[in-house]
């Protein structure tokens, strides 16, 4: 079982920045692809980033590519989101997930464990 705890959020002015953390408690975040989803009030949740388990393998959605990194600190059981020059339209509860896969998928449905989410607004 893996338990994933969300930090980081906050409300900060558009052009900003703010870097999320997500621990894991229970098994090792090692094994697992780890995402970072976010869900806006009234639309569906959305992949934002994940990151392979070995490989260093990233992927982003195209909204936020060039201003988000997704990192891993597998030996801390971390995963971070590190958000730059954010928009309002960012504004939404992030959410950390972790799929006991090897290949790296970007689709709600595949991720097995979620945190509980920490919510980023961006003022403009």
């Known amino acids: 079982q893996v338990q994933l705890v969300e930090s980081g959020g906050g409300l900060v002015q558009a052009g900003g920045s703010l870097r999320l953390s997500c621990v894991s408690s229970g098994r090792t975040i090692s094994r697992y692809v780890m995402g970072w989803f976010r869900q806006a009030p009234g639309k569906e949740r959305e992949f934002v980033a994940a990151?392979?388990?070995?490989?260093?393998?990233?992927y982003y959605a195209d909204s936020v590519k060039g201003r988000f990194t997704i990192s891993r600190d597998n030996a801390k059981n971390t995963v971070y989101l590190q958000m730059n020059t954010l928009k309002p339209e960012d504004t939404a509860v992030y959410y950390c997930a972790a799929d006991d896969t090897i290949v790296v998928r970007t689709t709600k449905e595949a991720y097995d464990y979620w945190g509980q989410g920490t919510q980023v607004t961006v003022s403009s």
């Open positions: 990151k392979d388990r070995s490989y260093g393998r990233t």
